[in-house]
Every structure is written in C-alpha cells, then in structure tokens.
C-alpha cells in the first residue's frame, strides 16, 4: 500500500473576498500520477499552487509524507512546478537551462554533466544539449522543462496545463510521453487540466472539482462509468441525463417505462438521475422499442456519426457508426448495463438534454449560411 506524500487538511482560501476553496481536504499516494480536472474557475489551479507554496491559505495545512510545509516557501519544498508557460532561460542552451537548479544547489559539476545527459536521454532530447531553447519546437521546449525539473530531483512534480499551448497531434504525443516519465521516474505527479480526455488517458486518478469542492475522487474507468452526479456525468463525455424513478431494487422508470438496471440501495419510489452514454444505446427499428423518436440532426465524426433524437420533447444524443436520414423514425434499444443510476444532486435538471445542441447547431448553420450569401452578394457586385 503506498504512503500519503501530500495531504491537504481543511484548505480555505480566498481572492479579492471570494471564496475559491472551503475546508479543502484532499490526500495524494506516493507515485501517482493524479489529475485535477474541472472548469475554468473551480479551484484545480488554487489546489496545486496551495500544494506548491505559491499561496498561502487563510485556514488549514499542508503536509508533506506527514510533515507539516504549510509555512515553508516553495524553493525549500521538495517539489517542483512547470507551468503553462515554461519559463526557459532564452540566452541558455538546452544543457545549461537543464543545469541551472542543479548548480544553484552547488551539485559537482560532473555530477550535473551525467544527470543533464540522463535527463534529456529520459525526454528524448539526446544531441540537443548545445541547442538554443529559441531554436526548439514547443513541444521541444516543454521536454526541456521536464528535464530541467526532474534533473533536482523532485519527490512530487506539479504540472500545470503544460500541454496547453500545444497542438493536438503533439499535445497527444505529449500526453504518451508524460505517463511513460512519471512511469520510469516513479515520481508523484499532480496534474492539472480542463480536458476530459487527457485526464482520462493519462491518470491514475482523476479528482474532479466544481465549485472549489470535490465531485468526485476515482480511476478514469470509475469516473467514467460511475458517475456520481449529473455534473461529473456531463463534464465528462457526452451523456444523456433523465428524470428517473428507482421503483425497487434492479427496477427504474424513466422516459415513461420501466427498465431492468444494475443498481440497488436507492429505497422504493424514489426520485433519480439516470445517465446513458450515447455509445451504449443501439439504433433498432421504432416498431421494436419502447423508447423511439425523430431524427433532429446528425454530425459526422470520423469514426462515428453523433445523432441527436427527439423523444417526447427530450433531445437524446447517440453515436452510432450507422448513417440516419433527418427526419427518420428509429428505436433506441438498452440493456440493464447502459443503464447507470446517479442520486440527485444541486446538478439535477442543469445537463444532459441536447436541444440546446442541436439550437446552437442551427444557429451555426444558419449563420454559415448567411456568410456565405452575404459574400455570394459581394462577389456579384
């Protein structure tokens, strides 16, 4: 069982009198690599610098391995920090920006030589040692800032967005990478990020946050498939979020039918949130199910089309590698294991209806439309 490295204890801090975290308490293992994840605004941010000694809370501490470092500055904590924007010293190489800590801290220089030759062996940057930083891509300079962290030897490292300012492609590659040092190094990594799929790709465990509080703590399988309330469900994924009714144990109603599910403990009668995934639901033929509606729009994603259907009045998204026409009349099909239980929460109501996805697609299209005329009307005068 590995060990608590960081622990976060009734944690409250405030900007300009607002709020941003109340009785914060979160503990982190030995190795992990942990991702906070959530919205612009809700707290993830404040969480790491908190961790990192960048700010100061107003209540609560901040232990490291069960030693209290609430009051220590962030250069005598044994972690280090890369944030979004790498801070790589422009008038240094590669060799010599990896260096800099360590020669702050009065390490041999032989000893600085061999660990800047393993650092940028780790990040894939063997035979950029005399290059300058300017020179590199950004994906380059971002391993450079690893390796310059990683070369003090850090016990946990705190990565703020620093796949942010990436493209895709590289931001992807950049997700692969960084698991695989975390990996090999075995160090603690706190990860924060607003993207779904990076936290789910690359974490051991995700902590999602809304609000300046916890949603929920688990492994991306667990969060995934577990939600535990409408905003953890709709933050991550696309989900389809109904008023439910638990009739028994293993007995739902929702969508004005009852359904075999999985779940139990919820009492008689009594009033839920049921999540289903657009992947889980199969497309069958209206006369064959008891859920069906209207085609109101389809997007094609590459390796699915997304089809939003009005059932009664609901907007249902589905992904589906078969193509509907607009306007079809189709059946959605469930099993008992699509069907996932949530009780309700402050969420209730506020996600997981897609006629404002489709409304905002119309518009969109509306709008392209009208460009396009406007610049047709151009060209012919």
Known sequence: MSKTVISLKDITVSYDGEQVLKNFNLQIKDGEFVTLLGPSGCGKTTVLRTIGGFVAPETGDVFFSEAKITDIPPHKRELNTIFQKYALFPHLNVFNNVAFGMRIKGKKEREVKEMVTSMLELVNLTGYA?????????GQQQR???????ANEPKVLLLDEPLGALDLKLRKDMQVELKKIQQQTGITFIFVTHDQEEALSMSDTVVVMDKGEIQQIGTPTDIYNEPQNAFVADFIGESNILDGVMLEDFKVRFAGHTFDCLDKGFG???????VIRPEDIDVISAENSQINGEVTNITFKGVHYEIIVDVAGFKWMIQSTDFQEVGAKIGLSLTPDDIHVMKKSEYSGSFGDYSTFSD?????MILEEEAAESKEAEIEE
């Open 144 to 150: 450079v800032a690893i390796a310059r962290a990683l």
């Open 268 to 274: 008689r009668n009594q009033p839920v949130d049921v």
């Open 360 to 364: 905002e697609m119309e518009e969109d």
């Open 130 to 138: 005399h290059r300058s930083v300017s020179q590199l891509s950004g």
